[in-house]
């Protein structure tokens, strides 16, 4: 080999040397379409987003850019239905949000998505418009990492995998600088991260100076946790909170907690709390579950002397929803021996739904007046 060849050798391996050190190896072997990574070894997470932007302005194509990386959730995220496995999800843009697409076995469906306890590895999509201030989050989405996904033009700049204690700090600062529409996607994904100050983060959210609509979000994501810790955030939240929408939405996020101690502090809150809509709420709720616990609290408050007909009302409503085995010798007691006429009604009503035997020998008896 001449000098020349062997100086254009070294020179073209020099190029792959640097090039390496800037565009890393790191784009998931199920990706395809217009996808460039980056080594993220030296650099923090805001920094690879900058890098994305620059590079996305000098390419002066469209208005619109994809950036990606990794974190690992808190749950195993499985995407789709009845997918076929070998067509890829397509990753479009569809006004100013992603859509993502793939063909079904039956016929074309948007993806869908379930979760499973136990951490994996999992993605995040962001949609990027560029304006005059710069590069704007238009949405962002989650990624099953064991599928295949076809990012087409629009190109995708792959950030490689993040440490979660520097992604929740990224989503937690963005929470407060980008616009209202994605805040609720931004609280979903602070969520997924397996992370032990997942709930902290929520709960100052749950508390913070945003929208009800987000803080509502927030609250409903603590109860997903179903902890110890999160189970204080919501008693916590019913003590001290104002709005009465939130505290409605901490009565939800315990029932999502399904043990002893969030089945009585619901009856607890039934019982005693100073707001009729937070009351009911609590015996609504009660009314999904059918321990013993629970039946007997809704009957209580049915009998109660002293306690509200709306409360009341609601409680005959929340009897109704018991499995038809305790709901309607409960609502057949209730038509027949309640002091209240409008409790009574009520009863009368929800008996006419059920369509049970039972409950239509009880109405030919009340007819025929056996």
Not at 5 to 24: D, E, N, R
Not at 148 to 163: H, K, Q, R, S, V
Not at 306 to 335: C, N, T, Y
Request: with cysteine.
């Amino acid at each position: 080999m001449n000098k020349r060849k062997i100086v254009q050798t070294f020179f073209v391996l020099f190029c792959l040397a640097i090039l390496g050190s800037v565009y890393g190896q790191e784009i998931p072997e199920k990706f395809s379409g217009t996808i460039r990574s980056l080594d993220t070894a030296e650099l923090s997470l805001e920094k690879r987003f900058e890098w994305a932007q620059n590079e996305f302005k000098k390419s002066q194509k469209g208005d619109f850019y994809f950036t990606g990386y990794q974190f690992l959730s808190r749950d195993k995220i499985h995407m789709g239905g009845g997918w076929n496995a070998d067509e890829p999800y397509k990753v479009t843009v569809n006004g100013e949000k992603i859509k993502v697409r793939t063909r079904s076995v039956r016929t074309d469906f948007s993806e869908s998505y379930k979760s499973e306890r136990g951490g994996a590895p999992a993605g995040f999509i962001f949609l990027h418009r560029i304006g005059s201030n710069g590069a704007e989050i238009m949405d962002m989405h989650i990624m099953d990492l064991d599928r295949m996904y076809d990012f087409g033009e629009i190109p995708l700049y792959w950030l490689g995998n993040t440490d979660n204690s520097e992604s929740l700090a990224f989503l937690e600062d963005k929470l407060d600088k980008e616009s209202e529409r994605v805040r609720d996607s931004f609280v979903f994904a602070i969520y997924l991260h397996d992370h032990p100050q997942v709930c902290d983060k929520l709960y100052g959210i749950a508390r913070g100076a945003y929208s009800t609509s987000v803080r509502k979000n927030a609250i409903f994501w603590i109860g997903n946790l179903k902890d110890a810790k999160s189970f204080n955030c919501l008693k916590t939240i019913l003590k001290e909170e104002e709005n009465t929408q939130l505290k409605e939405q901490a009565v939800f996020a315990l029932h999502l907690t399904d043990t002893e101690k969030a089945v009585k502090e619901l009856i607890h809150i039934a019982k005693n709390n100073e707001s009729r809509k937070v009351r009911k709420s609590a015996v609504f709720w009660l009314g999904q579950k059918a321990s013993k616990e629970c039946v007997k609290a809704l009957k209580d408050m049915v009998d109660a002397p002293d306690e509200d007909s709306s409360v009341k009302g609601s409680a005959v409503f929340a009897i109704s929803q018991l499995p038809e085995d305790k709901a309607v010798p409960m609502l057949i007691g209730i038509a027949k021996t309640n002091k209240n006429p409008k409790v009574r009604k009520k009863a009368i009503f929800w008996l006419g739904q059920t369509g049970s035997n039972e409950a239509l020998k009880f109405f030919e008896d009340i007819l025929l007046k056996k």
